[in-house]
Each structure stands twice: as structure tokens, then as C-alpha cells.
């Protein structure tokens, strides 16, 4: 029962384009969202967070779209950069609870 | 400011034993969660420990405890290992005060049942 989706396994993108990856949702007690970033060997590594009161968040060259009545939400990169290659995550969580339920993750590559 | 710590790095156990993972959070952080990731999925959540107690646990049964130090540093302990418990572990720290879901991980530690 995946309640976080990451359709898309893998992704490429050209240096300086615009990367978008996407993920559903099913639970609609989350309320909070957030992106993580991981490279080999590496733990995860926070991106950005999203509260389910807004509908954007940006953060220089990363931007997080919510939208609650789909559920659904994506992650904006631009321009992609060659260091923007690595696995990423889709989280989220709900009110009260601890636990960040994870996506199973996009694989970035960024081509010169 | 040293991160998420977490020791060892890799290891590698026969079925039926039992094992203890450990992890120093980031400094300024109250709260640990453990995280076990298999290979080609997201990390799975475990448990959390906040104030030396167990707050929630995840879907994984009891031969996964752990405890958590005054130190707010925490040990995970799998008994009775099976081959299916080999994967990556996760810690990740937070401030339970401060922004509890934005969570901080170690490297991890890569177990292997064999």
C-alpha cells in the first residue's frame, strides 16, 4: 500500500533545462511534504518542504507545487545543474504524527 | 557542527543473530528516527525516540527495538536476524521543538544477512 507515488523510476535532463519530478498521493491526512535528496553512499539529504496551507515554495533554484486536489505534488529545478544528479525522494507526513512516509524515489540524470 | 553520526558502516551478520546499529544526532537535536531502506525503495519508517521513549513505531515487528540514550544518541538492536533484514539502516535526526518532519540523516549502515 504505497501511499507516497513516484511514478517515474528515472529521469534525464539536459544541463540548464528545467527538471520536474513528480509524486502522488493517496492519504489525505498529510499535510506536510518535503523533497529529499540522496547521493551514493550518502544519506538522504532535506531539499525543500511544502505545508498543505500553501501551494508553492521556492528556494533559489528549487520550487515545490502543491496541489491538494489532485494530490499531487512536484519538484522544479532550474536551471539543472551537473551536481543535481542523484536520487530523489518525495515525502510526507501527517498532523500529530511522526513518521515521514517516503516515496520510493526518481533517479535524476543531468547530461552535459 | 558535526552531522548525523552513524556506526558501522557496514556490516555483515549470519541468520539468527543479533545486531546493534548506533547513532550520535546532529548537534542541537532531540529526536532520533530509524529508517530501514531496502534496495529500490524509499526508506521505511521504523521508530522514533524522544525524551529516552519509544513515541511511535512503525510497521516492523518486535525484533527491532531501540533505545535512546540522555545523550539523545540511540542504538537500534534487530534479533534473530533473517535474510530479509539486510538493507540499508537509516538514523535521522530532528528538533522536537523546532521543525520535527525536517529530518536529518546519517550515511547509514549497510547490514548483510547471510
Known amino acids: 500500500d504505497q501511499q507516497v507515488k513516484q511514478n517515474s523510476p528515472s529521469l534525464s535532463v539536459q544541463e540548464g533545462r528545467i527538471s520536474i519530478l513528480n509524486c502522488d498521493y493517496t492519504?489525505?491526512?498529510?499535510?506536510?511534504f518535503l523533497w529529499y535528496k540522496k547521493y551514493p553512499a550518502e544519506g538522504p539529504t532535506f531539499l525543500i518542504s511544502?505545508?498543505?496551507?500553501?501551494d508553492k515554495n521556492e528556494d533559489g533554484r528549487f520550487t515545490v507545487f502543491l496541489n491538494k486536489s489532485a494530490k499531487h505534488l512536484s519538484l522544479h529545478i532550474v536551471p539543472s545543474q551537473p551536481g543535481d544528479s542523484a536520487v530523489y525522494f518525495c515525502?510526507?507526513?501527517?498532523?500529530?504524527?511522526?513518521?515521514?512516509?517516503f516515496g520510493k524515489g526518481t533517479r535524476l540524470h543531468i547530461l552535459p | 557542527d558535526a552531522g548525523v553520526t552513524q556506526s558501522p558502516t557496514h556490516l555483515i551478520k549470519t541468520r539468527g543473530q543479533q545486531v546493534t546499529l548506533r547513532c550520535s544526532p546532529k548537534s542541537g537535536h532531540d529526536t532520533v528516527s530509524w529508517y530501514q531502506q531496502a534496495l529500490g525503495q524509499g526508506p521505511q519508517f521504523i521508530f522514533q525516540?524522544?525524551?529516552?521513549?519509544?513515541?511511535q513505531r512503525g510497521n516492523f515487528p518486535d525484533r527491532f527495538s531501540g533505545h535512546q540514550f540522555p545523550n539523545y544518541s540511540s542504538e537500534l538492536n534487530v534479533n534473530a536476524l533473517l535474510l530479509g533484514d539486510s538493507a540499508l539502516y537509516l538514523c535521522a535526526s530532528s528538533s522536537y521543538v523546532g521543525r520535527p518532519y525536517e529530518q536529518y540523516f546519517g550515511p547509514g549502515t549497510r547490514l548483510t544477512v547471510t
Open positions: 515525502a510526507a507526513s501527517a498532523a500529530g504524527d511522526d513518521k515521514i512516509i
Open positions: 511544502i505545508s498543505s496551507i500553501k
Open positions: 525516540y524522544y525524551e529516552e521513549e519509544e513515541r
Open positions: 492519504n489525505s491526512m498529510f499535510d506536510y
